[in-house]
């Protein structure tokens, strides 16, 4: 096995002197007939924009029925406000892949889903009038996490629940993280309809600024650190030597993280895959990797990284739809799916990167 | 690996041959263990202590509800007064008699008659302690901007920095790995102002012990600069089993090991270490000083390779208008400039950067509103600077 890769090295080291003996530039000749600007208009038409505008629709949705609920007051209107809290929250694993842009520059994904989120930060805010949900040291008082807090941790009567969550200073509280998640993301998708998308599709280069680079950068690190380590590897430990049940995603409603976690899953294989919003399909990162296995007559990288992610896909199945409990229950099957995600990182981070010559723009924290 | 361990083997035979008629053999052991009569005589307690107490106070630095009193204690391990303080979690650190401070910038080479600087340093560590609690603690809850001190965003973690974009935690840590780790082991323990004073020789050549100890005096000093290198390690006889234990320099030895372009530095230096210790034992004191200019190099390397590292990726950060993590590189890379000042020299009584350059990198980096508005030419200015006194580039080193 590992003879054979030394050799697919080699051969690869080969095939690149020849190339380059060549004679002009040829090797990026060969990079650049790729349509890029046709991919970035793909992603952004078919996945991108489309996927902002639901999410958008399901955060009105979800303003809609905080506002009914602070108008009525019922259980019912609890029950329909949860409802759409959980359809946003779905919802919002379409996009947090995107996180270029706006997104990037408001750092969405932070004021959306740090977790596990701080009661203790939370119960403050709640008790002091002049909380400034800006600070980044209130990321995890924000957005899904805390709402899911206050929707399902507070009380454990729904009765009780209506009754505090009617109280004024938690009234301000959950209206300010509703709003403030509807906010954010109408001035994501604002700049996508007014100018980004076409600045997004021109900047067709391949260089670390280019659209390419980034985006693909923004997906693995979205990969890599919140759906293998935030969702799985974090509270099975792998960080931290012990499990940490309660850092799983969305513990006080506890049985969808199982399901978060594929949704997150889905939109990578998706963007992988060129899936569209709607289903339809668009140019993707597999037919860049079939074109270039192609022109340099190499591996096809894509049927590889496919059968891996379907491996991972086919060990999660097995996880109980709460995290949590899989953690408590019989963490090594969030292990053995960990292990599962890592291979794709390889995947995609060293063999993928080097076949469409990226660069990795990011890098492993210090932990200091 | 084991090419570079048969390497050091055929060196070691060299050395040996080269020793020519001389009949003493240097018996180098694969661990750093040494005996006499049966009892280990090996003891670093105190640097041991040392490091515990500088994790301490630098962990509590990023505590916000802290008061600049406990901070000071943890530096000073003593009251205002000078009385007994109990700053320290671990009760044995309480217990101890020994302090960071007394050891920071108080090396009998540098600093025996340049008590004015010494005081100068010790004083920049308590101005950052100072200044962590009045001048960003009672910020905490602002956002930074430039000319104001608060909290800014670094990936999903939160920083606290000053007006400048410092973060004094991290010139604390990182400036300790010069003005205490370094200082005390290149230009203190492995000195020969250190290692031979008074009967130092006369007792190790006919092993008289220290009083009630199993271990001669220059053993022992070679012993404590050990110490401070491998003191908090899991297992300090095989410290490299398990490199990264501390915060400080133990910690950055382990990066700079990791780049392929300075793989195997570790082993390079505890090889030097143990046939250093082992020739004391042995009274080839030439051996012992070659040994001593073999760490001092690769020690001063260390702390440039690490300076240069955060400096370039603080730059690349600012590129991507990323000033939350620029700015904790920066932090860092601060504090291993600050380090430079304690590297030596071989073969000479100097450091590789004098006081007053060190202090004009310094203020490049915190000049008008410091990280804020730092030029990418200025970083790769210092970078160069750095690189241009040793044998690698600031590319090896960004890596």
């Not at chain 1, 020849?18 to 990079?31: A, F, M, R, V, Y």
């Not at chain 2, 090419?3 to 040996?16: A, D, G, H, K, Y």
């Not at chain 2, 030097?272 to 073999?294: N, S, T």
Request: glycine share 6%; hydrophobic share 40%.
């Amino acid at each position: 096995m590992r003879s054979i890769k030394t050799h697919l090295v080699i051969f690869s080291f080969c095939m690149l002197v020849i190339i380059s003996c060549g004679g002009d530039d040829k090797s990026t000749d060969l990079n650049d007939s790729f349509d890029r600007s046709a991919m970035l208009q793909d992603w952004s038409d078919l996945m991108i924009i489309p996927a902002y505008e639901s999410y958008l629709d399901k955060l009105t949705e979800l303003r809609d029925r905080k506002n009914d609920f602070y108008n009525g007051g019922s259980i019912d209107d609890l029950v329909a406000m949860r409802s759409a809290y959980l359809s946003a929250y779905r919802e919002w694993h379409k996009v947090s892949i995107f996180e270029i842009g706006k997104a990037e520059e408001l750092a969405l994904r932070n004021y959306s889903n740090i977790f596990p989120t701080n009661v203790e930060e939370i119960i403050a805010n709640i008790d002091s009038p002049d909380y400034n949900l800006e600070l980044p040291s209130n990321y995890d008082a924000q957005g899904f996490p805390a709402i899911d807090y206050l929707f399902y941790g507070l009380e454990i009567d729904d009765a009780a629940l209506v009754t505090r969550l009617q109280q004024e200073n938690y009234k301000t509280y959950v209206s300010d993280l509703v709003d403030r998640l509807y906010d954010l993301t109408s001035q994501v998708l604002l700049d996508w309809q007014n100018g980004y998308r076409e600045s997004f599709i021109e900047n067709d280069g391949s260089s670390a600024t280019a659209s390419v680079d980034k985006l693909v950068n923004d997906f693995l690190f979205y990969y890599e650190k919140f759906l293998r380590a935030g969702k799985i590897g974090i509270p099975a430990g792998i960080f931290s030597g012990s499990p940490i049940a309660t850092s799983a995603e969305a513990p006080y409603s506890d049985i969808y993280s199982k399901a978060f976690f594929l949704l997150g899953f889905d939109a990578v294989d998706d963007f992988f895959n060129g899936v569209g919003h709607d289903g339809r399909e668009g140019i993707s990162l597999k037919q860049y990797l079939e074109h270039i296995a192609i022109d340099n007559q190499s591996q096809n990288l894509a049927p590889l990284i496919n059968a891996q992610l379907q491996s991972a896909r086919l060990q999660a199945s097995d996880l109980n739809p709460s995290l949590q409990n899989q953690v408590i229950d019989d963490n090594n099957k969030m292990l053995l799916t960990y292990d599962e995600l890592q291979k794709v990182v390889v995947l995609f981070k060293v063999d993928m990167l080097q076949a469409l010559n990226i660069q990795v723009d990011f890098v492993d924290a210090d932990g200091d | 690996m084991s090419i570079r361990t048969i390497f050091s083997f055929l060196l070691v035979s060299v050395l040996l041959t080269s020793c020519g008629d001389d009949t003493t053999t240097i018996d180098t052991p694969v661990n750093y263990e040494f005996t006499r009569s049966g009892n280990s005589s090996v003891s670093f307690s105190g640097q041991t202590a040392r490091i515990g107490m500088a994790t301490e106070l630098v962990k509590a630095m990023s505590d916000l509800d802290q008061d600049a009193t406990t901070l000071t204690e943890m530096y000073s391990n003593e009251t205002a007064t000078g009385g007994d303080a109990d700053p320290f979690q671990d009760a044995d650190l309480n217990a101890s008699t020994k302090s960071v401070k007394s050891k920071v910038a108080a090396s009998t080479d540098f600093f025996a008659s340049n008590t004015a600087e010494s005081a100068e340093i010790k004083a920049d560590f308590q101005s950052w302690i100072d200044a962590q609690v009045s001048e960003v603690f009672i910020n905490k809850d602002n956002l930074a901007q430039a000319g104001s001190a608060g909290q800014i965003a670094d990936g999903s973690s939160v920083r606290y920095v000053n007006s400048k974009g410092l973060e004094y935690n991290q010139a604390v840590n990182k400036s300790l790995i010069g003005a205490l780790m370094i200082d005390q082991i290149c230009n203190n323990y492995l000195s020969p102002a250190v290692l031979d004073a008074g009967s130092n020789i006369e007792d190790n050549n006919s092993i008289i012990v220290a009083d009630g100890k199993s271990y001669t005096t220059m053993e022992h000093k070679w012993d404590e600069a050990y110490g401070y290198l491998f003191g908090f390690s899991a297992d300090p006889t095989d410290p490299l089993m398990t490199l990264g234990d501390d915060s400080f320099l133990n910690k950055y030895l382990s990066r700079v090991n990791a780049d392929s372009d300075f793989d195997g530095i570790a082993t390079d230096i505890f090889n030097a270490f143990k046939l250093g210790r082992a020739a004391i034992v042995a009274g080839e004191y030439d051996v012992r000083d070659e040994q001593a200019e073999i760490l001092k190099e690769k020690l001063a390397m260390v702390i440039a390779i690490r300076a240069v590292y955060y400096l370039q990726h603080g730059k690349v950060a600012l590129a991507n208008n990323d000033n939350g993590g620029a700015f904790h590189d920066l932090s860092e890379g601060f504090g291993f400039v600050y380090s430079l000042r304690f590297t030596r020299q071989t073969d000479s009584d100097e450091a590789y950067f004098t006081k007053s350059e060190v202090d004009g990198f310094i203020n490049l980096l915190t000049d008008g509103n410091g990280f804020w508005d730092v030029s990418a030419a200025t970083l790769d200015q210092i970078s160069e600077d750095i690189a241009d006194k040793f044998s690698f580039t600031v590319a090896q080193a960004a890596q």
